[in-house]
Structures are given as structure tokens and as C-alpha cells.
């Protein structure tokens, strides 16, 4: 089994206490990587580039996050070049959102993830990741199209896909099977997002695309309790898990929020192989 840990950078000094404290707890785990997601524009570039510095400082392979998005390619591959020079050896290469939502390619930029892993590759021999979505891209043409842009990002030269996260497990593991059927070998790390907090959750993934099952809402209605919703959040995610290890997925891209609590929740039910809970409606 193998797990990497997903940060984003803050900019107040309470969220850097916060992030530093997750780190810490997380480190412990030894995680094959820890990344540290990318703002575009100058103060999140150079907020991105703090964080990283702050998992570097843990002794932690340190995954940059980068986009495409209101940058020039000469823009990106300088930011990319200063990521580099501080030690990190592994990119997460993506396009990245207008603040808008309605994407427009900078003039002299490249203009979506696949140009930019090309650019990296250029000069780059370290690791490239990229991204995927189960459930479908929201702007994508169709499902075979996003598809055949994600293998395209691998003939550009990433090595290896992380999932955005989706509760649904059998749309996950059909999104495995068909990527497979595309002639995909990349390892797929599936991206696991535990629930802290179910309406925040179903706000942040309408915002993104991604679906929340009812079922789930429902699950987390039937309780109260701030500890009992903790529980139910390890014990979601830990149930995915097993459920993705049963079917022959092992490495686990934990969106962790800059929270310890549920990530390591789950990493000790599935090292004890069971999940310990005790749950009081
Ligand atoms: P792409 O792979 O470029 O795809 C975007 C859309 O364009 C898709 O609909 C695809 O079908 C289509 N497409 C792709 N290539 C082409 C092409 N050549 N021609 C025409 N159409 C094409 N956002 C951030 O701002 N910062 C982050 O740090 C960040 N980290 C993320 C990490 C993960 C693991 C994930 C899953 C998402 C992350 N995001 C981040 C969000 C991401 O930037 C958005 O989801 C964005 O809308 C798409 O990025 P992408 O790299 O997947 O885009």
C-alpha cells in the first residue's frame, strides 16, 4: 500500500499553524510524496512555493502542484524552475481554472495540461503527475474525449494519474477499467477525500463537478455528535479504500485539507485491517 498526502498553502498565520501541525503528524507515515496544491497569480505562486518549502523542511519528497492558468509558458517555466531549484523532483502538471470558470488560454501560454507537461519534459527528468475525473471533466466534450486527452497527457510524458476524489466507488473502478481499455498503464492513485464536514463537502464538489451521493448525505444526517461525524468520515473512507484494495488499487492520494485527524484515522483502520468504531446515533 502506498499513500501521498495532498496540503495547500496558507497565507494567515494561523493556517500555516494548522499545515505545519498536519505535516508533522502526517510525516510519521512516511508517505511516498507530499504535494502542495498551486495559485496562479503572484501572492499564490509565492504561497505555493512557501508551502512546498515548509514539507521540504519536513525531509519529505515534495510534489509541486502547477498550472497553465493566467501565465505565459515562459512564466510557468520559470515558476516551475524556481519549484526545482528548491529541491523538489516531482510535479503534479495541470491546467488549472479561470477565476471566472470560463477558461480562456493565455495568448503565449499553454493551454491545457498535456502542453504543459510537454514543456516540463523539455527540460524536466523528474516525476510528473497528472490529473483525472471519474466522474467526467465538467467541461468536457464527452467521456471518451476526456479520456483520450488524459492518455495524451501520459504520451507527453507524465509518468503516473491522480484521481480527483469520488465517493462513488463503482464510478471509480469503471473509470480504472475504461482507462485500462484506452491503453492506459500509468499507475492511477486514487484520490480520497474523508468527510469532515458533509454540506461543506456537497458546496465544494458542486463547485467542481463532482457528485455526493444521497446515500452519504443521508448517513451523515443520522448524526450529531461532533466525534460520532469524525468517526463516520474515517469510517467512509476507510470502507473505499478496502473496497478499492479488493479490487487491486493500493497507492491512495489522501486530500487531506490541512487536517490530520481523519487522514490518520483512516491509515490506522487500514494498517489494523478493521475499522474501530463505535458509533452512537
Ligand atoms: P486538462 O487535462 O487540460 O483538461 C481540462 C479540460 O479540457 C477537460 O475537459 C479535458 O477533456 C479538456 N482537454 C484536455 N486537453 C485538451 C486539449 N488538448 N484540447 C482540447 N481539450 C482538452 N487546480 C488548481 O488551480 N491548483 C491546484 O493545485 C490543483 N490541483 C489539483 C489536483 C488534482 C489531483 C486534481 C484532480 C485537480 C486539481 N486542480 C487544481 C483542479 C484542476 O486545475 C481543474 O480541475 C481544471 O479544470 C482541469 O485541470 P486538468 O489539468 O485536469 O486539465
Redesign the pocket.
Known sequence: MQFSF?F?PSRDNAGQLALDMAVQQLQQWQPAFA??????GGSGQQA?LSGTSRLLQQQLATAA?????GASKSEVQAAAKQFVAQGVDHF??????SPDGD?QPHADGF??????VAGLREWFAGTI?????PE??????SAA??M???K??LEAGADQI????CYDTDTLLRFAEQAQKAGIEAPILM?IMPIHDIAAVQRFSAR??AGVPQQLIERFATYQQPQDITQLGIEVAYEQCQRLLENGFDQF?F?TLNRSLLTEGVLNALQASKPSLALTA
Do not use: W
Open positions: 495532498e495547500f504535494s502542495m496544491t498551486y495559485g496562479a505555493s502542484h502547477l498550472t497553465c492558468v503534479v502538471a495541470l491546467r488549472g481554472d477558461y493551454a491545457y495540461a498535456n502542453d504543459l503527475s497528472v490529473a483525472a475525473y467526467v471533466h465538467p467541461q468536457a466534450v474525449k476526456d483520450h486527452f488524459l495524451a497527457k491522480i484521481t480527483q476524489y484520490g467542481c463537478g492520494h486530500y
